[in-house]
């Protein structure tokens, strides 16, 4: 079975853009968490949907949203780019038998210059 | 604010040795407790994972004790191999919403 995808692996963007990643859960999960993870430490919590709605999101400028769809993708969006926006974007589902456990995909790397 | 920290930034150990990676929360209402293996340019790896409703948990060569009393965690590695060679991260979470709080990592690097 395939695990969870993110696309793309790598985004260069200038300050102000905006800026969509995507996010295709495993299959049967049907929570998505989207982190972001600045270089040298751990991954912050933006937000989670499941069933298409939000349910928690962390402590990030309403510049950050994020939508999922009935097959259960998601998409982040994050508006008027700043430097400091540069991270790992890590979307990690959880759904199925082992519903508490997340599994994080590669991630996109975005660089914002 | 709540966080969870990891007690040693890095850990060097031979191949073969064990390795034990400690980590403090601070949240006393967590009640699970999950560990990450990342290797460069990867998403986080699911390891092992506790409730707070027990105290140890074994894995395959992989152990994680948890101590409420201090509001400890640890994560010790057998024979640890060069392919361990990673950052590891504890991450809690706690209530309804799964949401995971990491720390900053432990860096293992495993020298043949």
């Known amino acids: 079975d395939a695990g969870v995808t993110q696309s793309p692996t790598h985004l260069i963007k200038t300050r102000g853009q905006h800026v969509t990643l995507r996010c295709s859960p495993i299959s049967g999960h049907k929570s998505v968490s989207w982190y972001q993870q600045v270089l040298g430490q751990g991954p912050q919590f933006i937000f989670q949907y499941y069933e298409k709605e939000e349910r928690g999101r962390g402590n990030f400028p309403d510049r950050f949203s994020a939508r999922q769809f009935p097959n259960y993708s998601s998409e982040l969006n994050v508006n008027a780019l700043l430097l400091g926006d540069s991270a790992l974007y890590l979307c990690a589902t959880r759904g199925g038998g082992s519903w508490n456990i997340q599994y994080f995909g590669a991630g996109t790397r975005l660089s914002v210059l | 604010g709540e966080s969870v920290g990891l007690h040693l930034p890095t850990l060097s150990v031979q191949e073969g040795d064990n390795s034990i990676i400690n980590c403090a929360y601070s949240n006393s209402a967590s009640d699970y407790f999950i560990w990450y293996k990342q290797e460069s340019g990867k998403g986080p790896q699911f390891i092992i994972d506790i409730r707070s409703n027990m105290d140890k948990r074994q894995g395959q060569r992989v152990t994680v004790l948890l101590n409420k009393t201090v509001k400890h965690l640890s994560l010790q590695i057998a024979a640890t191999q060069p392919g361990d060679s990673a950052v590891y991260f504890c991450?809690?979470?706690?209530?309804?919403?799964?949401?995971?709080?990491f720390g900053k990592g432990t860096l293992l690097t495993v020298n043949p």
């Open positions: 991450a809690e979470s706690g209530g309804s919403n799964y949401k995971l709080t």
